[in-house]
């Protein structure tokens, strides 16, 4: 590097210096200056590497690389996401606007407004009937969309660049598609914690837990969806009649879902003949990317399909 001395400007290297008249160039120490070409390439390059991919570029689906995330999540630990006091208070339609839309046209074609303007404005706002809890990159949700084009089904992720992928994925399908998968959606929240603050009594009709986290240790256990307590919020925002839907890879949890939902009395797990019957239980492993893996793997399934009822009274 170049000093200062007493003497002028001169070369210290391993603490000798030289004057710099001294020094002898090698021919690859000379410097050349880029040329206006260069300085555009250099510029689009890094136009391109700071460009956000995330975001869609508006014209083809979000790819999973750019959405990183952990494949665990602890439930129990506390979270910053914004939560509705009352299901009442949530914005759904922000989910769904071209569905909402399609509905209010629908209402005031047929002239349903009646006399209290109040309870007209109930009756037009559609329901969320299906809730993917733990939806993971929403690939359920996508297969759902064409089979039940008149329900809302919404998915329930904790991570936050999993839940932002999914959404971006509904918007970029309605774009691609238009007319289509206008009824799915995504939200980021706890399920464990949250649910009954989305969801009225008996509002849903369908609920999913597809491969849920097993937390394999002994005193992780209480981190599971599926929780004798946590059973009471799930009967409740069924409707009777309601089916409820579990599957996982793990043979020891699907055991642990069976016993603890075979233990309520507000579920009743569907016959043979019933769950044959139902088109929603093909898609528990080909519409999902987990299972799609666990199939491609042939490993093992265990499914668990319970129908909400009455109960004692």
């Given at each position: ?164 992928y999914v959404k971006e994925r509904c918007v970029a399908l309605r774009r691609e598609h238009p007319g289509q998968y206008e009824n799915i959606s995504c939200i980021r929240t ?16 369908k609920l999913f837990f597809l491969f849920p986290d097993p937390h394999f240790k002994t005193a992780n256990h209480r981190r599971r969806i599926i929780q004798k307590s946590l ?83």
């Amino acid at each position: 590097y170049y000093g200062v001395s007493s003497r002028g400007v001169s070369l210290t290297s391993c603490g000798i210096n030289e004057p710099i008249s001294r020094r002898v160039k090698p021919p690859h120490s000379r410097v050349t200056m880029p040329t206006v070409v260069d300085l555009e390439a250099l510029g689009a390059k890094r136009e391109r590497e700071e460009r956000p991919e995330v975001n869609n570029q508006g014209n083809s689906l979000p790819r999973k690389k750019f959405y990183r995330a952990r494949a665990h999540c602890n439930p129990l630990s506390d979270s910053s996401f914004p939560v509705p006091l009352r299901p009442e208070e949530y914005n759904w339609e922000a989910h769904y606007p071209e569905f909402f839309a399609k509905a209010k046209a629908a209402e005031e074609a047929s002239g349903a407004k009646g006399k209290d303007a109040e309870e007209a404005e109930e009756a037009e706002q559609p329901l969320v009937r299906f809730a993917d809890v733990g939806c993971g990159f929403g690939g359920l949700l996508v297969r759902l969309s064409p089979l039940f084009p008149d329900q809302l089904a919404v998915g329930m992720e904790i991570r936050d660049k999993v839940s932002q992928y999914v959404k971006e994925r509904c918007v970029a399908l309605r774009r691609e598609h238009p007319g289509q998968y206008e009824n799915i959606s995504c939200i980021r929240t706890n399920s464990m914690k949250y649910l009954p603050n989305f969801f009225k009594k008996a509002q849903l009709t369908k609920l999913f837990f597809l491969f849920p986290d097993p937390h394999f240790k002994t005193a992780n256990h209480r981190r599971r969806i599926i929780q004798k307590s946590l059973l009471a919020e799930y009967a409740y925002t069924l409707a009777v009649g309601g089916i409820m839907y579990t599957i996982t890879d793990v043979e020891e949890l699907g055991q642990w879902m069976s016993d603890k939902i075979s233990a309520h009395p507000l579920f009743e797990r569907l016959t043979a003949e019933e769950a044959a019957a139902d088109p929603v239980i093909p898609l528990l492993i080909t519409g999902t990317e987990e299972g799609q893996k666990v199939e491609r793997n042939e490993g093992s399934t265990f499914l668990n399909v319970f129908r909400r009822i009455e109960g004692p009274k």
